[in-house]
């Protein structure tokens, strides 16, 4: 009984001097990550929401920021249009307007802005066709996940003998556009 006892009482020793100091820094860590990413998402969103326009630079600098932490992010940006079209009997006579619109939302992603931002041909990085613009009144989000796992995340897997998901960062933020500067 007095072996058994002195076993409980080294690994309780181990897991106060060295496993939960570490889970606490790892833990403490993951936060510091945390901020950085809301830092880097809200200055990049409200500087497009305040240019109108996203250039090569600044998606690069929110990329660096974001890479500043050690983790791997899913980055989506979403781009989203209002557009008011009249309604006319004749399209192609203006006198038969309506007195009515048929209001269309349209919706960008990745895929269609990142080509405008990095184009396959020898364009500087400041010209102003790689901007990607917007205008007064759209809206503008986006959204942040890591991808990889933490090691607070794997840490507390391997105590708790379980698996949790990947996105312990995960930051969605966004606006209406409020200025076109480009």
Do not use: C, W
């Amino acid at each position: 009984m007095n072996s058994i006892s002195k076993v409980f009482a080294i690994i309780m020793a181990i897991l106060l001097l060295y496993i939960f100091p570490i889970s606490a820094a790892f833990d403490n860590q993951d936060d510091v990550s945390e901020l950085v990413v809301l830092r880097a998402v809200t200055t990049f969103v409200d500087a497009v929401r305040d240019k109108g326009y996203i250039s090569p630079t600044m998606y690069n600098d929110f990329v660096q920021g974001l890479h500043a932490t050690g983790n791997t992010f899913d980055i989506q940006m979403e781009h989203g249009q209002k557009r008011y079209d009249p309604v006319y009997d004749d399209p192609t006579r203006p006198e038969t307007f309506r007195d009515a619109y048929v209001i269309h939302y349209e919706t960008f992603y990745n895929v269609q802005m990142l080509p405008v931002l990095f184009p396959n041909t020898a364009a500087g990085k400041d010209d102003p066709t790689r901007r990607y613009k917007l205008a007064v009144g759209d809206t503008f989000h986006v959204v942040v996940k890591n991808t990889n796992r933490t090691n607070g995340t794997i840490l507390h897997d391997f105590l708790n003998n379980a698996s949790s998901p990947h996105e312990k960062i995960f930051f969605p933020y966004g606006g209406v556009v409020r200025n076109e500067d480009g």
